[in-house]
């Protein structure tokens, strides 16, 4: 969410834990088993080619490539989820309850985001762990980092949970770690969001077997709209790779967000939404063949498939820059975008140099001016809503390139033509 206070530390060269052998769940049941995406399918893979932009590698960005020490992002994907309460804020709720605020569900939205390509398993420890000091005690704020010379903060959370359950849980087994603190403890989420993952790096602790305390999300409070759930979506999408796409730093209150409801990257609250195809892409979702590369000069027509929509093509990239990228998608209504409220091209301009919380990812407005279309949920940003580009619309981007959308085919494809009259820039060109 918002207060992603120490996101990443920097990436190591560590591999990911190992995976569970087939048949062992641990010390719960799991949550969000599902079957196997269908044979012959070549999704999966990271991003390759001209298109696939190099940029930063010691946190989570843009970048095509996500480096070594977080987590893998298709296939199947384990996580152990915890819950904890303290002594002046204690559960009010059975463990049971608070679970079922984000299972099967998380599970079941990424199913469906990846078209079956992440078969995300969450493994539950269904009992409450009672922390030894009181909420205020460990000093939570927004912005709180995981200090391991610290005796209070997340260090100590960490270690009292790791103490708890270090002798029945083997850490090896798991990509993820999930932290579901009692809602009562600090600030509701309309008044201070403070969810947070700190993701990539080990954050000092050691398991019992060796395995590094790392890639853990911590979930305070509840969020509004119709998939509050998704605030562990968000979090867990950092530990694979993925930025903020939101204002964070001075005077970031004050700014509209830069992507809008198109992504739960930006906007996680409100209304469910979807993730970028450019996110699809860099999380090993799309095949090979549902990305078109427009690295040359030329006319290109061709249709895309909205993102709610299996199959087809998904994403249209032209390169513009050795670090920066424009990009197409097709954005329509569908189970997992329930504010889209104008159907047609999304265009986003990408930065792969650019940090978390600073705009690496721009949508461009086909609409400037307009008050939006979306405007019953102040958790959207309104004036991006009607963002798209419909029927004889022209997106006008870096010189030499322009995009046509020529409207719905009765497959509800969008067409698109798209002009660039140079190649891309040489490896020695400034973004």
Same mark, same amino acid.
């Given at each position: 969410?918002?207060?992603?206070?120490?996101?990443?530390?920097?990436?190591?060269?560590?591999?990911?834990?190992?995976?569970?052998?087939?048949?062992?769940?641990?010390?719960?049941?799991?949550?969000?088993?599902?079957?196997?995406?269908?044979?012959?399918?070549?999704?999966?893979?990271?991003?390759?080619?001209?298109?696939?932009?190099?940029?930063?590698?010691?946190?989570?960005?843009?970048?095509?490539?996500?480096?070594?020490?977080?987590?893998?992002?298709?296939?199947?994907?384990?996580?152990?989820?915890?819950?904890?309460?303290?002594? *002046?804020?204690?559960?009010?709720?059975?463990?049971? +309850?608070?679970? !079922? &605020?984000?299972?099967? %569900? #998380?599970? /079941?939205?990424?199913?469906?985001?990846?078209?079956?390509?992440?078969?995300?398993?969450?493994?539950?420890?269904?009992?409450?762990?009672?922390?030894?000091?009181?909420?205020?005690?460990?000093?939570?704020?927004?912005?709180?980092?995981? *200090?391991?010379?610290?005796?209070?903060?997340?260090? +100590?959370?960490? !270690? &009292?949970?790791?103490? %708890? #359950?270090? /002798?029945?849980?083997?850490?090896?087994?798991?990509?993820?770690?999930?932290?579901?603190?009692?809602?009562?403890?600090?600030?509701?989420?309309?008044?201070?969001?403070?969810?947070?993952?700190?993701?990539?790096?080990?954050?000092?602790?050691?398991?019992?077997?060796?395995?590094?305390?790392?890639?853990?999300?911590?979930?305070?409070?509840?969020?509004?709209? /119709?998939?509050?759930?998704?605030?562990?979506?968000?979090?867990?999408?950092?530990?694979?790779?993925?930025?903020?796409?939101?204002?964070?730093?001075?005077?970031?209150?004050?700014?509209?967000?830069?992507?809008?409801?198109?992504?739960?990257?930006?906007?996680?609250?409100?209304?469910?939404?979807?993730?970028?195809?450019?996110?699809?892409?860099?999380?090993?979702?799309?095949?090979?063949?549902?990305?078109?590369?427009?690295?040359?000069?030329?006319?290109?027509?061709?249709?895309?498939?909205?993102?709610?929509?299996?199959?087809?093509?998904?994403?249209?990239?032209?390169?513009?820059?050795?670090?920066?990228?424009?990009?197409?998608?097709?954005?329509?209504?569908?189970?997992?975008?329930?504010?889209?409220?104008?159907?047609?091209?999304?265009?986003?301009?990408?930065?792969?140099?650019?940090?978390?919380?600073?705009?690496?990812?721009?949508?461009?407005?086909?609409?400037?001016?307009?008050?939006?279309?979306?405007?019953?949920?102040?958790?959207?940003?309104?004036?991006?809503?009607?963002?798209?580009?419909?029927?004889?619309?022209?997106?006008?981007?870096?010189?030499?390139?322009?995009?046509?959308?020529?409207?719905?085919?009765?497959?509800?494809?969008?067409?698109?033509?798209?002009?660039?009259?140079?190649?891309?820039?040489?490896?020695?060109?400034?973004?």
């Amino acid at each position: 969410m918002k207060a992603l206070a120490v996101v990443v530390m920097a990436a190591t060269a560590l591999a990911m834990t190992s995976p569970v052998p087939a048949g062992h769940f641990g010390p719960g049941a799991e949550a969000g088993a599902g079957g196997p995406p269908a044979a012959g399918d070549t999704g999966g893979r990271p991003p390759s080619g001209p298109c696939a932009l190099p940029g930063a590698t010691d946190n989570v960005s843009e970048t095509a490539r996500t480096p070594p020490g977080y987590a893998r992002s298709s296939g199947t994907v384990r996580a152990v989820t915890f819950l904890i309460d303290f002594p *002046d804020s204690p559960a009010t709720t059975t463990p049971q +309850a608070r679970y !079922a &605020e984000f299972f099967p %569900a #998380v599970a /079941d939205y990424y199913r469906a985001s990846s078209y079956g390509r992440l078969d995300y398993r969450s493994t539950p420890v269904l009992r409450w762990i009672r922390m030894s000091r009181p909420y205020a005690a460990y000093g939570i704020e927004r912005g709180t980092p995981f *200090d391991a010379e610290s005796d209070d903060g997340y260090h +100590a959370i960490a !270690a &009292e949970i790791l103490d %708890a #359950v270090d /002798d029945t849980v083997d850490f090896r087994r798991y990509d993820l770690i999930n932290v579901l603190v009692t809602p009562g403890a600090g600030p509701p989420a309309t008044e201070d969001v403070r969810s947070v993952t700190f993701a990539g790096s080990p954050t000092g602790l050691t398991t019992a077997d060796g395995a590094p305390f790392k890639n853990v999300s911590f979930i305070w409070s509840r969020q509004t709209g /119709d998939s509050p759930f998704r605030v562990l979506n968000h979090e867990n999408a950092h530990s694979f790779g993925l930025p903020d796409l939101y204002y964070t730093g001075r005077g970031a209150a004050l700014l509209k967000t830069p992507v809008g409801h198109w992504d739960p990257m930006d906007e996680d609250w409100g209304p469910s939404n979807d993730f970028l195809a450019w996110h699809k892409w860099k999380l090993g979702w799309l095949a090979p063949a549902q990305v078109r590369c427009l690295d040359g000069p030329g006319v290109r027509s061709f249709a895309l498939t909205p993102t709610s929509v299996p199959g087809g093509l998904k994403l249209a990239v032209v390169p513009v820059s050795r670090h920066t990228v424009i990009t197409l998608e097709a954005r329509t209504p569908g189970p997992l975008d329930h504010a889209v409220c104008r159907s047609g091209v999304l265009v986003t301009a990408i930065t792969t140099t650019m940090s978390t919380g600073s705009g690496p990812v721009r949508t461009a407005d086909a609409t400037p001016g307009s008050k939006g279309c979306y405007t019953t949920d102040l958790n959207v940003n309104a004036a991006l809503s009607d963002a798209p580009y419909t029927a004889g619309q022209r997106y006008t981007g870096p010189p030499g390139m322009t995009v046509d959308v020529l409207g719905e085919d009765d497959e509800g494809d969008w067409q698109v033509r798209v002009r660039t009259v140079r190649p891309r820039a040489s490896d020695g060109a400034r973004d």
